[in-house]
């Protein structure tokens, strides 16, 4: 081979060798494959916003759980204040949380949340309200109906007790012959009209005696009985009727129906009556008016004067 072919094809060869050192030539075996896009990051405000959400759920659960909390009335009613506070606090979060762009099913769901606790809440307390008025009206006007009906009883028993000074000289003037046994038919005319027979003393058997006594009598005062009575004579009334026989006596001890019934027995004594409930007695009456029973008609009303031996 020549000498200058030989150089020739070396030169060639050293430009090929220079060429790829300097200019590699990259071979792909396909199309280039496209690079998946990176998520947005979330901004930080937003984290925040859906705690406020979670916090609106969170105090509408808690408002309604310290407002029915079982308690008595007057701390009931700071838990539903309570629970009210904290539910409008909630309400408070979850529109803060949404003007931040928190998710809008948590905000929404602590909005509806605390709002609606917040509505069930106010409601009962203003119901507790009007209730527990309610109640206090209704034992204030009880209470007072009830001292009226025990102020209206106790004038009527003071002016029975104002007869006890009389009682005593009544019953120390008193005569047996000025009492008189009646008949069926004038006992019937003086129950009808006491008032007309003030001046006649009667003598008539009585049973069934009752007790018309009460703490509220005075010490010293007079005790009213009511009884049934028949005439002394034998005959008998239509129906039997019930009188009201005032005695001295005491809301404790009443000389009409306890004591001892003996011979020379104070005057007034019928003791012992109780153990024989039922058996007729004959005693003095002096008729006195009538005296108004609650509930009740009135009953004649009479005087005691004393037991026929």
Not at 56 to 70: D, K, N, Q, S, Y
Not at 112 to 120: H, Q
Not at 132 to 155: F, H, K, P, T
């Amino acid at each position: 081979m020549p000498e200058g072919a030989d150089q020739g094809e070396k030169s060639d060869m050293g430009d090929a060798t220079r060429g790829s050192t300097q200019h590699p030539v990259t071979t792909h075996s396909g199309p280039p494959a496209a690079s998946a896009p990176s998520p947005p990051a979330a901004p930080r405000g937003s984290r925040g916003a859906l705690w406020l959400g979670i916090i609106a759920i969170v105090a509408g659960v808690a408002g309604l759980t310290i407002a029915f909390l079982p308690a008595p009335f007057e701390l009931r009613m700071a838990f539903v204040i309570g629970g009210i506070v904290v539910a409008i606090a909630g309400v408070v979060a979850a529109i803060i949380a949404l003007r931040k762009r928190a998710p809008k099913g948590v905000a929404l769901t602590g909005l509806i949340l605390s709002a609606v606790v917040a509505v069930i809440t106010t409601a009962f307390l203003v119901l507790s309200v009007i209730a527990e008025y309610q109640i206090e009206a209704m034992v204030q006007r009880n209470a007072e109906e009830q001292q009226s009906r025990l102020a209206q009883e106790q004038a009527e028993e003071t002016a029975i007790f104002e007869q006890s000074e009389w009682l005593s000289d009544a019953r120390a003037e008193a005569v047996k012959s000025d009492f008189a046994a009646v008949d069926a038919a004038t006992l019937e005319e003086i129950l009808a009209a006491p008032d007309a027979y003030a001046e006649q003393g009667i003598v008539v058997d009585v049973s069934q005696i009752l007790p018309l006594t009460s703490d509220s009598m005075a010490a010293e005062g007079l005790c009213l009985t009511e009884a049934t009575i028949a005439p002394a004579d034998g005959s008998e009334l239509e129906r039997m009727p019930r009188i009201g026989i005032v005695d001295r006596g005491t809301a404790e001890h009443c000389e009409f129906i306890d004591g001892p019934f003996e011979a020379g027995a104070d005057t007034g004594d019928i003791g012992g009556f109780l153990e024989n409930f039922g058996e007729r007695t004959r005693v003095w009456l002096a008729p006195t008016g009538t005296v108004p029973m609650q509930d009740q008609d009135e009953l004649p009303l009479f005087t005691l004067m004393g037991v026929v031996e």
